[in-house]
């Protein structure tokens, strides 16, 4: 008996030592997450022209999937993928295809709420930004190196899944 019961201390004691570590915390937000992503300066390399003219230039639906720094911070994006799908269909855009492309790093702040993540699509860094509200993003943005400068080249609206 005085084995079983010590046994159990040492299991209650390593949980809660975990715990505190982050180990078993939760992350704040969804990993999966569903949107919209709208491009509007015409230098991105993820520009393009709606042939059909339905005023879908630059528009692109998303899946998105994080992964999580699980170990020592649940809030850290450590990986995951980005997929982006023309809404136009009749289209080539310059050099996109569709693979997931692989999202690098980033963040959620739970303090401000700000989402951060970086992905590089077609040879180029990108950065995704807003504010998660209520399951989604809202006051976003969307960076690419353009000229040495980090400039916003459109947004992008998601919801978590």
């Given at each position: ?28 937000i969804s990993k999966n997450w569903k949107g919209t992503i709208r491009i509007t300066n015409h230098n991105s390399a993820l520009w393009y ?105 459109g947004t992008i609206d998601i919801s978590a899944q």
């Amino acid at each position: 008996m005085k084995k079983r019961s010590s046994l159990f201390c040492l299991l209650v004691l390593s949980a809660l030592f975990f715990s505190a570590c982050g180990i078993f915390a939760p992350t704040a937000i969804s990993k999966n997450w569903k949107g919209t992503i709208r491009i509007t300066n015409h230098n991105s390399a993820l520009w393009y022209v709606d042939p059909a003219g339905q005023g879908n230039d630059g528009v692109y639906t998303a899946e998105i999937t994080f992964s999580f720094d699980w170990f020592s911070d649940a809030n850290k994006i450590n990986g995951g993928t980005l997929a982006l799908n023309p809404v136009s269909h009749d289209i080539s855009v310059r050099e996109i295809t569709n693979p997931p492309y692989t999202i690098s790093t980033g963040a959620y702040t739970p303090s401000d709420e700000t989402l951060l993540f970086n992905a590089e699509i077609v040879s180029k860094p990108f950065t995704f930004e807003g504010t998660v509200k209520n399951g989604i993003l809202t006051g976003s943005s969307v960076k690419e190196m353009l000229q040495d400068q980090l400039t916003v080249v459109g947004t992008i609206d998601i919801s978590a899944q």
